[in-house]
């Protein structure tokens, strides 16, 4: 078992010896101290915890409603945005390739979820826009889905839940690119 994994079984696997700790770090109590390798034990914990979120969700969305995570975040941008978005748009709101959202547009349109729609004045363009039985279908879909979300984090407790959120949004600021400042102007 690699230290770094918190003892943790579903954590990803490390060559072995590569952060050289011990579970020492870990005081009486439970309380971890700040070692040298923490940061990179928090960040498998949290790429673990994301992963089996996700596997969790896309196996209850595919049965329970024949979907997927990808067709649902999909339909949860676009029911964000009832008067539609553009296709780069959209890539960009799901960190996906256009490829990836082109198949997905592909299969909600056969499916009678989403249509497409040319934009005025650029041919180029394509806005997606959800059907209203896409809207209905989303909807049933992402009640189930909240609370499944809400079940995976019961054992949680909610002080622990406000807490985590907190570091989170932290974290998050701390990875956005910094902001540029506007070019002067030579004047």
């Not at 394509?126 to 049933?140: H, K, N, S």
Request: charged share 25%; glycine share 10%; aromatic share 6%.
């Amino acid at each position: 078992m690699n230290e770094l994994t918190d003892s943790d079984p579903a954590s990803p696997p490390l060559a072995t010896g590569y952060a050289g700790g011990t579970e020492a770090a870990q005081p009486e109590g439970g309380a971890l101290f700040e070692d040298a390798h923490l940061p990179l034990r928090l960040w498998l914990r949290l790429l673990t915890c994301s992963k089996l979120i996700e596997n969790h969700l896309g196996q209850r969305l595919k049965q329970e409603f024949g979907s997927s995570l990808p067709r649902f975040d999909l339909l949860a941008q676009l029911h964000r945005f009832p008067e539609g978005l553009r296709m780069n748009a959209l890539s960009r709101r799901l960190m996906v390739t256009g490829g990836s959202v082109t198949g997905l547009a592909d299969q909600l349109e056969r499916d009678g979820l989403l249509q497409r729609q040319p934009v005025e004045g650029d041919r180029r363009a394509t806005l997606l826009r959800l059907t209203p039985v896409g809207r209905q279908r989303f909807e049933a879909m992402a009640r189930e889905h909240e609370q499944w979300v809400s079940a995976l984090f019961e054992h949680v407790l909610p002080a622990e839940r406000q807490s985590l959120y907190k570091a989170l949004g932290r974290l998050r600021e701390g990875l956005q690119p910094p902001v540029k400042p506007p070019p002067r102007s030579s004047g």
